[in-house]
């Protein structure tokens, strides 16, 4: 089965600063990459994801970026906010189910 | 609705106790997927369906666990005879279609066995 590996575990920046979450994954027939956002008592939420057939995408601050020889996927977050604060799951999928990261707590200070 | 809702938001049971969880997923949404998130952990993957089909059990972690969509639409998670290990937040989330689509998820429910 698929295996995602994400780091760091924990991330602190200063409010203003970029901040960048990396993963790996096992199965090169995974094509579906999407990131999620989780606040405390909360389900996660969608906040970018990317298909195998895309190098790059932005939305905003956010942008992700994919290497499928290597098998890894980056989040970027420019000009953080404190509300950015939350943790941060990567995942890939085949075929539907979605297999997850671990997760970033990201503190942003003011 | 506008997102998926699941209930209760938190469960207590005792050990041995047999409990049920329940999704509404976002109306049209045709894939249905629940997760199990154990603390401090990524959610991972327990069983999905397309409609009323259940495709894919393959993470349900023994035959304590029963999912059915009996109508394609709400979901119930059960769990019987549960065991201290069973505590966990169990997401559910839904997907438009089958395949490559977002999945959005619930709040999730937290459950506590003592």
């Known amino acids: 089965g698929e295996n995602v590996e994400q780091h760091p575990s924990t991330l602190s920046v200063q409010e203003g600063d970029s901040a960048v979450i990396k993963c790996t994954y096992s199965d090169s027939a995974s094509n579906y990459f999407p990131w999620y956002k989780q606040e405390l008592g909360k389900g996660p939420q969608l906040i970018i994801d990317i298909r195998s057939n895309v190098g790059e995408k932005k939305d905003q601050r956010i942008a992700v970026t994919l290497n499928k020889t290597a098998k890894h996927f980056s989040l970027h977050i420019t000009e953080t906010q404190p509300e950015d604060s939350a943790v941060y799951f990567c995942?890939?999928?085949?075929?539907?189910?979605?297999?997850f990261g671990r997760g970033t707590q990201l503190t942003v200070w003011p | 609705g506008a997102g998926v809702s699941q209930s209760p938001r938190y469960k207590v049971a005792k050990r041995g106790q047999d409990v049920a969880l329940r999704c509404d997923p976002i109306?049209?949404?045709?894939?249905l997927f629940w997760y199990q998130q154990a603390l401090g952990q990524g959610p991972e993957f327990l069983t999905y369906?397309?409609?009323?089909?259940?495709?894919?059990k393959s993470g349900l972690p023994s035959d304590r666990f029963f999912a059915e969509r009996p109508e394609g639409s709400v979901s119930t998670l059960k769990i019987q005879r549960t065991q201290q290990e069973d505590s966990a937040v169990y997401l559910c989330?839904?997907?438009?279609?089958?395949?490559?689509?977002?999945?959005?998820f619930g709040d999730g429910t937290r459950l506590s066995i003592l």
């Open positions: 369906f397309q409609n009323e089909a259940q495709l894919d």
């Open positions: 995942a890939a999928s085949r075929l539907g189910r979605l297999y």
């Open positions: 989330a839904s997907s438009l279609n089958q395949g490559v689509q977002p999945q959005h």
């Open positions: 109306s049209g949404h045709v894939s």
